[in-house]
């Protein structure tokens, strides 16, 4: 499911990139379909002697307690910068730029659509290996 979630935000972000209308929907796409790329390429996995099944497993288990304040969204920041280096500063371009475009300013250039695709293309080549 994750790495068919992944597809379709990647179809609906090259759609719309394609249309030039929607460009902040371009990056929030991209970044999501990222998301799900990352997801599906971390899970399951075992630490311990526990196998975690899915990010929301995960989270739940080790990253939410009384102690850990984390989103979501760092948490998976965070195990990028733990297991995919190579691809770290582009998931957090994507990350920060989505949450820009989809809470403060809908306006995003053509050229900051066009590194939003190139970006997830990037991470995609590296969970796709």
Same mark, same amino acid.
């Given at each position: 499911? /994750?790495?068919?979630?992944?597809?379709?935000? !990647?179809?609906?972000?090259?759609? *719309?990139? =394609? @249309?030039? $209308?929607?460009?902040?929907?371009?990056?929030?796409?991209?970044?999501?379909?990222?998301?799900? #790329?990352?997801?599906?390429?971390?899970?399951?996995?075992? !630490?311990?002697?526990?196998? #975690? =099944?899915?990010? !929301?497993? #995960?989270?739940?288990?080790?990253? $939410?307690?009384? @102690?850990?304040?984390?989103?979501?969204?760092?948490?998976?920041?965070?195990?990028?910068? =733990?297991h995919?280096?190579?691809?770290?500063?582009q998931?957090?371009? *994507?990350?920060?730029?989505? &949450?820009?475009?989809?809470?403060?300013?809908?306006?995003?250039?053509?050229?900051?659509? =066009?590194?939003? $695709?190139r970006?997830?293309?990037?991470?995609? @080549? !590296? &969970?796709? /290996?």
């Amino acid at each position: 499911m /994750k790495k068919a979630h992944a597809i379709h935000n !990647e179809e609906l972000c090259e759609f *719309l990139l =394609q @249309s030039k $209308k929607f460009n902040d929907w371009v990056v929030t796409a991209a970044f999501y379909s990222a998301l799900h #790329y990352v997801h599906n390429e971390l899970f399951p996995r075992k !630490e311990g002697s526990v196998t #975690y =099944q899915c990010f !929301e497993d #995960y989270f739940n288990s080790v990253m $939410k307690s009384p @102690s850990r304040t984390l989103s979501k969204h760092a948490a998976t920041i965070r195990l990028v910068d =733990q297991h995919f280096r190579p691809i770290n500063a582009q998931y957090r371009w *994507l990350h920060d730029n989505c &949450m820009t475009t989809r809470y403060n300013n809908y306006i995003v250039d053509d050229r900051t659509a =066009q590194e939003a $695709k190139r970006y997830l293309l990037k991470i995609k @080549s !590296e &969970m796709i /290996k």
